[in-house]
């Protein structure tokens, strides 16, 4: 094989694959997001993928780890394709066994999402089967160049051009020296290679507009519609003001309500469920005297209650942004436990989402009294649907990963002994306090500051225990104290401030927490797993 016809080939494979990918679109209009083989591949990896891997993956790309994961998929199997092309056009049955064996892999993957069903087979199916045509068609059919080794000779063997002597001799590739030139000619026939790059504009098209247009119509079949329409009741016991001055409002500094557009997102979700309010139902059951069943209605018809509460993420580094504060309008999860009476011993409440994610929260701090909400309203709004519409649990004082269940739909009650909850078995901790901790805000390491009087600010946090004082440090020095702003409650970070003097250099500024309790941040370095980063936020600024 030419190294033209070999190009041709992954050319082939390539579009077979996207062809594959683009069809399988709109059939998972019908049969879910999820089941895009993509999608259930990506999250199939996510799943399985090694802890050590995702936090990785988390800390390079932050937020956008899922894109990332997504386009890294899609590389792959370009990758994969092209050579699958390769082979296909010197066997195509081996080609066709390539696509199967893919086809298997998204099958597979789809049908062990959670809640799958066969029909989530189907995207897989339907769009290997349009693949392997495509292939077939590129490679076999009528769409061949003709320049396979096996395609049947088209034009007579022509004598080699003379070459003048004075000319430089053409480079050969090596693998075209060693190999016998195929009849034909290792040039494409030009009507060939016009009908062959045709059909490969033509079917990429076809995939392009398949791909996201039904991706498209998948999006409308969402529930922002529905969400919108969600009319929040007013809570029985509102949220108290945010005292004046809770907000330092500095630039760089993070607002004390963090907007719901800015809020982090940390989830495995690949595909954000959509989950329609007329058909959710949350199921409190497991070793409980009696079970309950709610429907959305049902739980709006109970009493609200409104608080502010700041989330954070086990996966925030010393200094990082995985950390936002928002007011919750949502039904204490105490109550509800009290309905269905928890058995002895059920100390773990495993709070389940609809994609089958689990967190497992103590039940001694669900019923300690603190303002554990199954959470419908974020900031005045029903809840984002990426942040959990309809309904999410939000529990003061515990990291996200053992509490803040999204897309909720049960809640079971068993005991750690009994059950690990999604992240245990991937090396993280069972139990997820949030543990002191302060940040820097501003000034931020880097930035260049004139000398005199500067506004060094942050926020710090230790959620239902509380922040006592915070200190900060320039080059080794002496601790000096902090203005802590006033704040809501012991629940929610707290924005603090501190004029420096700032002489010409440079400087490490650092800053720690005493939370309530009198336990001052560790300056040991710890990482994020298993159970929260410690140690100090230092920032390293030059003063002229
Ligand atoms: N269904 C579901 N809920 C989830 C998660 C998840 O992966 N799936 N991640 C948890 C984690 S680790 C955190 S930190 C919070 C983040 O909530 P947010 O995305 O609204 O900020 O959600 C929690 N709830
Ligand atoms: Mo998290």
């Not at 999820?34 to 990785?56: C, H, M, N, T, Y």
């Not at 409104?306 to 996966?315: D, G, M, N, P, Q």
């Not at 990963?401 to 009650?413: F, G, H, M």
Request: contains cysteine; glycine residues 10%; charged residues 20%.
């Amino acid at each position: 094989m030419t190294t033209t016809s070999r190009g041709y080939a992954a050319l082939a494979g390539i579009t077979a694959a996207a062809v594959a990918i683009g069809a399988a679109e709109p059939v998972a209009v019908l049969t879910g997001a999820r089941s895009a083989p993509l999608i259930a591949v990506g999250g199939l990896v996510v799943d399985i993928v090694p802890a050590p891997l995702k936090q990785f993956a988390i800390a390079l790309f932050g937020t956008y780890d899922k894109i990332a994961l997504l386009v890294g998929t899609a590389l792959l199997l370009a990758a994969f394709a092209a050579l699958l092309g390769v082979l296909a056009a010197r066997r195509l049955w081996a080609g066709l066994a390539g696509i199967a064996a893919f086809a298997a892999l998204g099958v597979a993957a789809a049908l062990t999402r959670a809640g799958a069903n066969v029909l989530d087979a189907l995207p897989s199916l339907v769009g290997a089967a349009l693949g392997a045509l495509a292939l077939w068609l590129l490679l076999a059919g009528p769409l061949q160049p003709e320049l396979w080794s096996w395609s049947p000779p088209v034009a007579p063997e022509r004598a080699p051009e003379p070459v003048a002597p004075e000319a430089a001799p053409e480079p050969v590739a090596a693998d075209e020296a060693r190999e016998p030139v195929p009849a034909g000619g290792a040039e494409v026939d030009p009507e060939g290679r016009r009908r062959f790059l045709t059909g490969v504009g033509t079917l990429l098209g076809v995939a392009a507009v398949a791909g996201v247009g039904g991706h498209w119509l998948a999006g409308r079949r969402g529930v922002s519609a529905a969400r919108q329409a969600v009319a929040l009741p007013t809570p029985s016991a509102a949220a108290p003001a945010v005292p004046a001055g809770a907000d330092l409002s500095l630039a760089q500094l993070a607002p004390y309500v963090t907007p719901n557009s800015g809020f982090y997102r940390i989830d495995t979700a690949l595909v954000v469920p959509q989950v329609d309010p007329a058909t959710w139902r949350l199921r409190i059951h497991g070793r409980v005297r009696r079970e309950i069943e709610l429907s959305f209605a049902d739980l709006l018809a109970r009493p609200m209650v409104e608080r502010y509460v700041t989330l954070a993420c086990v996966s925030n580094e010393v200094g990082g942004d995985l950390i936002g504060n928002a007011r919750w309008l949502g039904v204490p999860i105490k109550e509800l436990l009290d309905e269905v009476e928890p058995e002895e011993g059920a100390d773990q409440v495993v709070g389940r989402s609809v994609d089958g994610w689990t967190c497992g929260t103590p039940t001694a701090v669900l019923r300690d009294g603190r303002d554990a909400l199954l959470a419908v309203g974020m900031n005045g709004e029903p809840l984002p649907v990426e942040h959990g519409f309809p309904v999410r649990m939000v529990v003061p004082g515990l990291y996200g990963y053992v509490s803040a269940c999204k897309w909720v739909t049960e809640l079971e009650l068993t005991s750690f002994a009994d059950f690990d909850a999604y992240w245990v078995p991937r090396g993280w901790s069972a139990q997820g306090p949030i543990k002191t901790e302060s940040r820097i805000d501003t000034p931020r390491s880097r930035n260049r500051l004139t000398a005199g009087p500067v506004m060094v600010a942050g926020v710090a946090w230790a959620q239902h225990r509380g922040i006592r004082k915070v200190e900060v440090r320039v080059d080794g020095g002496p601790w000096r104290e902090a203005t802590l702003a006033p704040t809501v409650s012991v629940d929610t970070w707290v924005q603090w401030s501190w004029r420096w003097d700032a002489t010409p250099g440079e400087h490490t500024l650092q800053v720690r927490a005493t939370d309530a309790d009198g336990v001052t941040q560790t300056a040991e370095r710890r990482p994020v797993e298993p159970d929260g980063a410690t140690g100090w936020h230092a920032v390293e600024v030059t003063v002229r």
